[in-house]
C-alpha cells in the first residue's frame, strides 16, 4: 500500500502496537493530525500543555513497562516538551517523542516556530533523529522504539519536517520487522566468571547488604530478586527508584537509603563488609559523602549499562547485563553448588540491625491536633491496601509517600526521581489511570507542585480519568523551607506561599469534587469517600503542619552514619 508521511506515522504507531498517544496539535504536525482523525485504533489524549503530555506517557510507560508516545509541533512545542524529556531521561524511561519541524527547505532560517530541536535535546535523549527522507521515515520509527526500549531504556526523540508528511506525496510502505544498528548492541547475558565471582564473594561475607534501584524495576526483576534475596537471607535495601521490586512489608526489608532513607537501611549500608548493588546508579542522593561510602565493602554491581559501572563509586566485580538475566544465573549457580553465607555471621549482623530498627526512626507526633503529612499517607496505605498506584511530584510530600506508603509491588510507585520535577505527578496518574483505567490512581502532591501542571485537571476531566489527588498543604515550598531552616538560620526567602487558591472551588470549576480536610479525624473519612467515588476525579485538600520535617536527613557533606534524626529520636550510638 501506498501512505503519506502522516499516515506512515500513524500506520508505524499501529504496528507497535501502541493504545495512547498524548499530544497537542500545531502547524508543523497537521499533516499527522489529519491521519489520526481517519483511524479508531490509536487514542489519542488531548493535554493543555505539552510538558502535560509528556508526563502523561511517562506515567504510562512506568506503570506498563510498554513506551510512552508524544506527539507535539515544533518551536515551543517542543520545547515545552523538553522539561518531561529530560525527566524520562534520568529516570530511563522508554518514551517516543515525535516533534513537527518547519519544512525541510526552511530549516536553518529561523522560520516560524522553528528551533534546533535535535540540538536542544541531545543531552536529554537516549538519542534523538531528524527524518530528511520520507523513505527512512519507518525505518527511523522502528529504530526509536527499539533505542527507547532496549538496554538501559530512555526518551528518543524523531523530529519530523512538515514536508515530509505532505498528504500529497505518497510511497510503498512497508514497516521493518527488526533493525540492526551497527553502533547499538545492548548486553543481554552477564559475563558467567564474573557471575561466579560475585557468588564467593558474597558468600564470603559477614555483613551483607543488597541495594537495589529502578533498575529492578524497568528490567522487571522483581521475583527473580526477590527469590535470590530470600535464598540468601541478606537485608535489602532501595532507593526512591527502587520501591516496590522488593516487598516493603517484607522483614528482610530495611526501607529506602540515603537523604532521607531509613536509620537501619543507612546504618547497614556504612556497616557492611560486602555490598550487592542491583540496577542502582550510586547517585548523591544515595551515596551522601563519597569518601565515607560503604567504608568497609567489597562491591558488587549488576547493571545493564557499562557507563555506571564505576561511574562514581569504584566497584570490585563489575556484571555489566540483563538485571534478570544476571540474577536468575546467580540463582542457579547458589542452588547448584548448595554453598550458604556464614549462618553465624549472619545471624550477628540480623541482631545487630534489629538493634538499629527499634530506633523507630519514622514515628511521628500521633496526638498533634493538626494533621501530620506522614498520617494522610499511613492512612492512604490502609484505605488503598497497600495496592493502588501511587504518583508523586517532588518535596518533601514525595519522601513521605516513600516511607510510609509500603509498596509491595513493582510499578506501582510512580515519581520524579532523578531530575525533580514538579508538575510531575498528575499527569503521570491520568497516563497510569488510562493504562489502568480499573484500579486505584492517587497523586500525592503539595500546594506548590500542583500548581506546575494544574491545567490538566481539564484534561482528567475529558477523559474521565477518576483519579484521586491527595494535595498535603503546609503553605510552604516544603523542602525548600526545611532546608533553610537547618542551613540557612530560618531565613525563609520566597518559600512561604502567600496566595494560595481555593483548591475545593477550584477543583470544582473543572467539573471535579473538592474536599477541604482541616482534622486528623477527618482524614480516613475523607480518603474512604474519595475512593469510593470511582470514576471521579477528587481533590482533597489537606491542611497539615507547617512545621513538620522529613527525617531521617543526611545533610550536605555527611555521610550514611550521620543522619539528622527527628526530635526526640535517641539512636543506639546516643543510647550507648
Known sequence: MELSGGEIVVQCLKDEGVEYIFGYPGG?????????????????????????????????????????????????????????????????????????????????????????????TRPCVKHNFLVKDLSKLAETIKKAFF??????????????????????????????????????????????????????????????????????VLGNAADSLVRLTRLLGFPITSTLMGLGAYPATDPQFLGMLGMHGTYEANMGMHECDVLLAIGARFDDRVTGKLAQFCPHAKIVHIDVDPASISKTVRVDVPIVGEVTSVVDEMVEIFEASGDQPDSRALAQWWQQIERWRSVDCLRFDRQSPRIKPQYVVEQLWEVTRGDAFVTSDVGQHQMWAAQY???????????????????????????VKLAHPDADVACITGEASIQMCIQELATA??????????????????????????????????????????????????????????????????????????DRTVFMDFLTDPSENVYPMIEAGKAHHEMRMAPGVTTETELA
Open 28 to 120: 508543523s504536525v497537521l499533516h499527522i493530525y489529519d491521519a489520526l482523525f481517519k483511524q479508531d485504533d490509536i487514542r489519542h489524549i488531548l493535554v493543555r500543555h505539552e510538558q502535560g503530555a509528556t508526563h502523561a506517557a511517562d506515567g504510562y510507560a512506568r506503570s506498563t513497562g510498554r513506551p510512552g508516545v508524544v506527539l507535539v509541533t515544533s518551536g515551543p512545542g517542543a520545547t515545552n516538551a523538553v522539561t518531561g524529556i529530560a525527566t524520562a531521561h534520568m529516570d530511563s524511561i522508554p518514551m517516543v517523542i515525535l516533534t513537527g519541524q518547519v519544512p525541510t527547505p526552511v530549516i536553518g532560517s529561523d522560520a516560524f516556530q522553528e528551533c534546533d530541536t535535535v540540538g536542544i
Open 147 to 216: 533505542i527507547a526500549t532496549t538496554g538501559r531504556p530512555g526518551p528518543v526523540v524523531v523530529d519530523i519536517p512538515k514536508d515530509i508528511t505532505d498528504p500529497n506525496i505518497k510511497i510503498p510502505y512497508e514497516y521493518p520487522k527488526s533493525v540492526v544498528i551497527r553502533s547499538y548492541n545492548p548486553q543481554v547475558r552477564g559475563h558467567r566468571w564474573q557471575i561466579k565471582k560475585a557468588v564467593d564473594l558474597l558468600l564470603s561475607a559477614k555483613r551483607p547488604m543488597i541495594y537495589t534501584g529502578g533498575g529492578v
Open 405 to 431: 506508603y509500603k509498596f509491595d509491588k513493582p510499578r506501582r510507585w510512580i515519581n520524579s526521581g532523578g531530575l525533580g520535577t514538579m508538575g510531575f505527578g498528575m499527569p503521570a496518574a491520568i497516563g
Open 461 to 534: 476531566l475529558q477523559y474521565r480519568t477518576g483519579i484521586k489527588i491527595v494535595n498535603l498543604n503546609n503553605g510552604y515550598m516544603g523542602m525548600v523551607r526545611q532546608w533553610q531552616e537547618f542551613s540557612y538560620e530560618s531565613r525563609y526567602s520566597h518559600s512561604y506561599l502567600e496566595t494560595i487558591p481555593d483548591f475545593v472551588k477550584l477543583a470544582e470549576a473543572y467539573g471535579h469534587v473538592g474536599m477541604l480536610i482541616e482534622n486528623p479525624a477527618d482524614v480516613r473519612p475523607a480518603l474512604e469517600e474519595a475512593f469510593m467515588l470511582k
